[in-house]
T-cell receptor, first 115, second 110 residues
Framework: DAGVIQSPRHEVTEMGQEVTLRCKPI?????LFWYRQTMMRGLELLIY????????DSGMPEDRFSAKMPNASFSTLKIQPSEPRDSAVYFC?????????????FGPGTRLTVL | GENVEQHPSTLSVQEGDSAVIKCTYS??????FPWYKQELGKGPQLIID?????GEKKDQRIAVTLNKTAKHFSLHITETQPEDSAVYFC?????????FGPGTSLSVIP
């Protein structure tokens, strides 16, 4: 398996624009997680899915952020409108078993810069 | 909710020496404690984990210890090598979520 795939790897956009980050989890994994990493706040869980259903989105910072998982092999994280403070590295991770007690496999991340 | 603290934030050691990173967690219900290594430009990767029914686990040069009573757990790396240089994250698991510590930047000086 190619591992967790994320696209794009880098995204530069202007404030107010819509940004869509994409993730393909490892085939067969039931759980998918979206994280945000910044120097100030570290690695934060934004939302996670089990079998394509959002389970906990309490980490989503505000209504500008939304995430979907239309099928088992694809998820998106959308920011609309984007703001400079959204600049961060966004990671997608997946795992096979109970999400919290099993290895999480992280993708390479998307580095987002909002000007 | 769970809160994980980690110390030190940066650590420099000479090649061949040992490195120790310590973490504490707040919720006694947490039962799974993974450690992740993140190299520059990459996503975190699991290096070792320990469950609440175990006090110690070792894998070659890496070992983890867990003190449930004190809610402390530690990572020990022996005979450090330059390729061990990275950011290390401890984490605690509760209710299907993993809460990460702030990370320790380890530098191994050749």
């Amino acid at each position: 398996d190619a591992g967790v795939i994320q696209s794009p790897r880098h995204e530069v956009t202007e404030m107010g624009q819509e940004v869509t980050l994409r993730c393909k989890p490892i085939s067969g994994h039931d759980y998918l997680f979206w994280y945000r990493q910044t120097m100030m706040r570290g690695l934060e869980l934004l939302i996670y899915f089990n079998n394509n259903v959002p389970i906990d989105d309490s980490g989503m910072p505000e209504d500008r952020f939304s995430a979907k998982m239309p099928n088992a092999s694809f998820s998106t994280l959308k920011i609309q409108p984007s703001e400079p403070r959204d600049s961060a590295v966004y990671f997608c991770a997946s795992n096979l078993l109970a999400g919290a007690t099993d290895t999480q496999y992280f993708g390479p991340g998307t580095r987002l810069t909002v000007l | 909710g769970e809160n994980v603290e980690q110390h030190p934030s940066t650590l420099s050691v000479q090649e061949g020496d040992s490195a120790v990173i310590k973490c504490t967690y707040s919720d006694s219900a947490s039962n799974y404690f993974p450690w992740y290594k993140q190299e520059l430009g990459k996503g975190p990767q699991l290096i070792i984990d320990i469950r609440s029914n175990v006090g110690e686990k070792k894998d070659q040069r890496i070992a983890v210890t867990l003190n449930k009573t004190a809610k402390h757990f530690s990572l020990h790396i022996t005979e450090t090598q330059p390729e061990d240089s990275a950011v290390y994250f401890c984490a605690a698991s509760l209710n299907d979520k993993v809460i990460f510590g702030p990370g320790t930047s380890l530098s191994v000086i050749p």
